[in-house]
């Protein structure tokens, strides 16, 4: 049987947000140059084995609480656009063990990366919603029965999808987070208002509601009041430019970063991370934060 480790005892414990690590794809890219498939910095998984290990290390050794498995781009959809020996399955198995192999005994919450089936900015979905059904109900569990202790599904920002995600870890009793995307007019991509979608997922009994991949910007228009009476999170993208899965690059650096967050602290956030553009330093920053804040 799995042992699986609790989110929210975790936090009760340390007495002060969990840190959440920071980008992997985008990270990975500044390392190695890798072909990019719809599978994205997935394939590294099994051709860079170590380096991927060394990583979840690094964010570990930085401070992170949680670490996030290399399984952005692992469902399904990506998975049959790709010709490969091992199975979708076998994939994401294997993507897990990288995160428990760097975990080792530890206790850090492994969260199993759930990304929407098609682009994360793609404004036009093409996927029917049995075909977004059939994709997330596999790729998450996939990843429960590869053992991760949470099911994080990140940047959504279509409301039938959102609505999938959410149900099928509902229903299965699965401990998930549902992380939203949006813009600078506080809608999902779909059109709705950021806080309809957030009471109306109230209702579905997530562990946490995240914001994500948002710029600080933007993230600085949310009316924190309205996020007091759950729990939630959130990880910002410190990249450069306009968003995109490739070529991305660190825009923030890790000190204005946890600058940055440090005005958030007073809302009592579940979770704290950084997104796209970021590495193990904003991570050890965060770290620093919270140390000198939360000291005993």
Not at 109 to 135: H, K, V
Not at 158 to 178: A, F, G, M, T
Not at 252 to 266: A, G, H, Q, T
Request: glycine share 4%.
């Amino acid at each position: 049987m799995i042992e699986r480790l609790s989110i929210d005892a975790c936090f009760e414990n340390k007495k002060r947000p969990l840190i959440l690590d920071g980008a992997i794809g985008s990270y990975l890219q500044e390392t190695i140059n890798y072909e990019a498939t719809s599978m994205w910095s997935s394939l590294l998984n099994i051709s860079q084995k170590q380096k991927v290990i060394t990583l979840h290390k690094e964010y570990i050794e930085a401070g992170a609480d949680i670490i996030t498995t290399n399984t952005f781009r692992t469902n399904p959809t990506a998975y049959k656009n790709v010709q490969l020996d091992l199975s979708n399955q076998e994939i994401v198995r294997h993507s897990v063990a990288l995160a428990h192999e760097a975990r080792g005994s530890r206790k850090v919450i492994i969260a199993g990366s759930n990304a929407p089936a098609e682009d994360c900015y793609q404004i036009r979905r093409t996927l029917s919603i049995e075909e977004l059904f059939d994709n997330h109900q596999k790729h998450i569990q996939y990843l429960w029965d590869a053992g991760v202790d949470i099911i994080l599904n990140e940047t959504f920002s279509h409301l039938d999808e959102i609505e999938v995600v959410s149900q099928l870890c509902s229903r299965k009793n699965i401990p998930y987070i549902i992380s939203l995307y949006f813009t600078d007019e506080l809608k999902i991509l779909s059109g709705e208002d950021i806080y309809e979608v957030i009471n109306y997922l109230k209702e579905l009994n997530p562990t946490a509601i995240a914001l994500n991949c948002i710029s600080t910007q933007t993230f600085s228009q949310i009316d924190i009041s309205k996020l007091s009476n759950i729990k939630w999170g959130f990880y910002l993208n410190c990249g450069s430019g306009k968003v995109t899965d490739h070529n991305i690059k660190c825009g923030i650096n890790p000190k204005d970063y946890s600058e940055f967050v440090k005005k958030y602290l007073s809302t009592n956030p579940l979770f704290i991370g950084s997104c796209c553009g970021s590495n193990p330093s904003h991570t050890k920053a965060l770290k620093d934060l919270f140390d000198e804040i939360y000291r005993d």
